[in-house]
């Protein structure tokens, strides 16, 4: 039997299939291509110049990561109406926003609060994750989707 399919708030289908993957590519953009910018977005007092060729390699790795979380996203998502698939996804992609949060802390604890000192990364590291984690709860916990939270496996 094919898995059920279930048309998805506009949110939710919005922020997933649209703002979130055209972000990523904006990331993997600045990782790959802009990567001195980068890194004195992250922590100038840090950045080294001329970039050294193991550090470029590392970044043009992230940009490949948050280029395979813009597919994730995109196309992945965009196949299918599948609730099951779309949890397994974000859930993922939740995890992995702990983790992107957790990698910005040693910038200090002032980077999860102090909006009056972020730079244009900064905005981008916290309170957009703490967006895109937001929205993957509130999916994982079945808002908006009209009580269909454990759909009957179909397999």
Same mark, same amino acid.
């Given at each position: 039997?094919?898995?059920?399919?279930?048309?998805?708030?506009?949110?939710?289908?919005?922020?997933?299939?649209?703002?979130?993957?055209?972000?990523?590519?904006?990331?993997?953009?600045?990782?790959?291509?802009?990567?001195?910018?980068?890194?004195?977005?992250?922590?100038?007092?840090?950045?080294?110049?001329?970039?050294?060729?193991?550090?470029?390699?590392?970044?043009?790795? !992230?940009?490949?990561?948050?280029? !395979?979380?813009?597919?994730?996203?995109? !196309?992945?998502?965009?196949?299918?109406?599948?609730?099951?698939?779309?949890?397994?996804?974000?859930?993922?992609?939740?995890?992995?926003?702990?983790?992107?949060?957790?990698?910005?802390?040693?910038?200090?604890?002032?980077?999860?609060?102090?909006?009056?000192?972020?730079?244009?990364?900064?905005?981008?590291?916290?309170?957009?994750?703490?967006?895109?984690?937001?929205?993957?709860?509130?999916?994982?916990?079945?808002?908006?989707?009209?009580?269909?939270?454990n759909p009957k496996k179909t397999?």
């Open positions: 039997m094919a898995p059920r399919q279930t048309i998805l708030p506009f949110a939710y289908r919005a922020f997933f299939l649209i703002i979130e993957p055209i972000s990523a590519l904006v990331g993997a953009y600045y990782a790959h291509f802009r990567q001195d910018e980068y890194l004195t977005m992250t922590h100038a007092e840090t950045a080294p110049s001329p970039i050294p060729l193991g550090t470029s390699i590392v970044l043009s790795q !992230l940009a490949n990561l948050y280029f !395979l979380f813009t597919l994730n996203e995109a !196309l992945v998502l965009r196949c299918t109406g599948d609730l099951r698939v779309w949890r397994t996804v974000l859930f993922g992609l939740l995890v992995a926003d702990f983790g992107h949060l957790y990698s910005v802390s040693a910038l200090g604890s002032w980077v999860y609060w102090d909006v009056t000192r972020y730079n244009a990364i900064d905005w981008g590291n916290v309170p957009y994750v703490y967006l895109g984690a937001s929205m993957r709860i509130a999916f994982l916990a079945g808002i908006g989707l009209g009580g269909s939270v397999a």
